[in-house]
């Protein structure tokens, strides 16, 4: 109840009016029937602006994070992404995140719509980087086609760190056309298979975002931009790509429209 309300009356009109999100490709959206939307994750404002541009209502695997953190501003996270039906998955617990593959995999089952950020976490410089095959491993066990989707704009409506969006560019969404892996049929848990569709997933998504692909993981490059950071403040010396600047100052004109 608490996702219509915010799409139709509490949030969603306010964001239409405001930012004016564009989307090209909707046919590419299923009228029934279990999909996955497999996007690229510039910002924290794609879980918002990409369910508000889909008829249907679309159930994300959140990290859990959203979910556990302490305090008053956890308690209104966690009942916000509760409210409206989000899947929690611990990104550091292998159980766990088994566990959120078969919550996906049985929410595919029901016939809904399953939003998922291949490459794990958000990218830490505009760029997309490798996908973890959760999704082909999902889209194989419960026999439901992929839709590539790209997100533009989002990184400079909201940076990472950003806890108030800029009002420009507006945001768009393209949804590609439908993946069919029903060749693979079968195949699930055979991971050189599952690479292969989880690439093929990420060369969509790269032809459709205009982004640099990356072949290693975002979180990887995370965890190296943070060391360096602690570096370069014991040394007393900061670093280009991870202070100092922001990921808008590094987006190329024309896709900042």
Not at 3 to 29: D, M, Q, S, T
Not at 43 to 62: E, I, Q, Y
């Amino acid at each position: 109840m608490l996702y219509w309300f915010l799409k139709f009356i509490g949030l969603g009109p306010w964001l239409k009016a405001i930012w004016r999100p564009w989307v090209e490709g909707a046919e590419n959206l299923p009228q029934e029937g279990g999909a996955i939307l497999a996007s690229n994750h510039l910002s924290f404002c794609d879980s918002f602006f990409l369910p508000l541009m889909v008829k249907r209502r679309v159930t994300f695997l959140a990290k859990a994070e959203y979910f556990t953190t302490p305090g008053l501003k956890g308690a209104a996270s966690r009942l916000f992404f509760s409210g409206i039906g989000q899947v929690p998955v611990d990104r550091d617990d292998a159980d766990a995140a088994r566990g959120a593959l078969s919550a996906g995999i049985r929410i595919l089952a029901d016939g809904q719509l399953l939003g998922i950020y291949p490459e794990g976490t958000r990218s830490p410089d505009g760029r997309l980087y490798k996908g973890k095959t959760g999704v082909a491993r999902m889209a194989l066990e419960a026999g439901v086609p992929v839709i590539p989707v790209a997100m533009i704009n989002t990184e400079i409506i909201q940076p990472t760190g950003r806890k108030i969006p800029r009002l420009r560019p507006r945001p768009g969404i393209r949804f590609g056309t439908p993946l069919d892996f029903s060749r693979y049929e079968g195949m699930a848990g055979d991971r050189f298979v599952e690479r292969s569709m989880t690439d093929e997933i990420m060369y969509e998504l790269m032809q459709l975002s205009g982004q640099e692909y990356v072949d290693t993981y975002a979180a990887k490059v995370k965890r190296q931009l943070g060391a360096d950071v602690a570096f370069g403040a014991r040394r007393g010396i900061g670093h280009p790509d991870a202070v100092g600047s922001t990921t808008a100052d590094r987006i190329p004109a024309e896709r900042a429209g």
